[in-house]
């Protein structure tokens, strides 16, 4: 029997029906959750009606509903809020489009608890294995360290070491989230969770646990980079680079610059039209200007 308390934590909006299998794969794990709370931005698509009906029929179900639309960056902020809040010990966080395998949380728990074992230091947070479909998804591939194969061997410890994740199913301990606060709201979306996870990281890094995957349900397997461009999605790279802007101004204004030059290259490789650059152009000086306050928990 276990004797700590696990809360999962999803990010919905107008994706009801993915949102019903993705709880439906969260309540058959093989280690049971004691909460799963799920936070609605402002949904128009019945998912209100849907959670309201489901949390009075399943007390583990927690309705966070929000009056409006937070973005993913927003949606974690409020809702690993709450899950630390009522006293949860770790804190299973995903969007509302990843599937997890019958024992995907487990296997997270296990190779969170063995790292801990074998380095004498707690994890910044566990990540699962992203797969789309048969293959791995490219948007959700952790950066691993230059020695991550330290603990790992196929036998037994399927761990690799990385410096962050996507929030595509992780697990942070809320020892950690008493240390760095919760994810930075005013990012919205892109970026929230790879800044989250470098701020994890910093007192020990986190561990890519390969035996413990799920499915990210997208329409096509393409990794995020500023060659993508185009006029239906620019709106979503105007966040990211806004928020990698900040996130290098932080850390110095060289760094800034080289995030700035980089990311123009990527443009110009990649042809996007001078209309689209000049937005994104706009979006980086303003992550330049950008400030931002990290909400921490007590």
């Not at 509302?96 to 074992?117: F, I, N, P, Q, S």
């Not at 035996?211 to 790279?237: C, P, Q, R, T």
Request: one cysteine or more; a positive charge; glycine letters at 6%.
């Amino acid at each position: 029997m276990k004797n700590f308390r696990i809360a999962a934590v999803v990010v919905t909006f107008n994706r009801i029906d993915k949102l019903k299998i993705v709880l439906e794969k969260i309540l058959a794990q093989t280690l049971p959750v004691e909460t799963i709370v799920v936070v609605d931005n402002a949904s128009t698509d019945g998912t209100d009606q849907y959670l309201t009906e489901l949390s009075s029929q399943n007390e583990k179900v927690k309705h966070l509903r929000l009056e409006k639309n937070l973005g993913g960056a927003g949606g974690f902020n409020k809702g690993m809020k709450l899950a630390y809040e009522i006293g949860s010990d770790y804190i299973w966080i995903m969007d509302d489009d990843c599937y997890a395998y019958d024992d995907a949380l487990e296997r997270l728990v296990d190779g969170w608890t063995h790292l801990y074992k074998l380095s004498g230091h707690m994890p910044g947070f566990a990540c699962s294995l992203v797969k789309w479909h048969d293959t791995i998804c490219e948007m959700n591939v952790p950066e691993t360290v230059w020695d991550w194969p330290r603990f790992f061997s196929h036998e037994n410890q399927p761990y690799a070491l990385v410096k962050h994740c996507s929030f595509v199913s992780v697990l942070v301990h809320r020892k950690r989230v008493s240390e760095v606060g919760l994810p930075i709201a005013d990012f919205f979306i892109w970026f929230d969770d790879v800044e989250y996870t470098k701020r994890l990281a910093k007192s020990y890094l986190g561990v890519y646990v390969l035996d413990s995957m799920v499915h990210h349900d997208l329409a096509e397997n393409k990794g995020v980079n500023f060659g993508l461009i185009n006029k239906s999605n620019v709106w979503k790279y105007k966040y990211g680079s806004r928020n990698q802007a900040y996130y290098h101004k932080t850390h110095g204004f060289f760094n800034w610059l080289e995030f700035l030059y980089n990311t123009h290259r990527a443009m110009k490789r990649a042809k996007v039209p001078k209309s689209l650059k000049a937005q994104i152009y706009k979006s980086i000086f303003e992550g330049l200007r950008m400030k931002v306050e990290i909400e921490h928990v007590s």
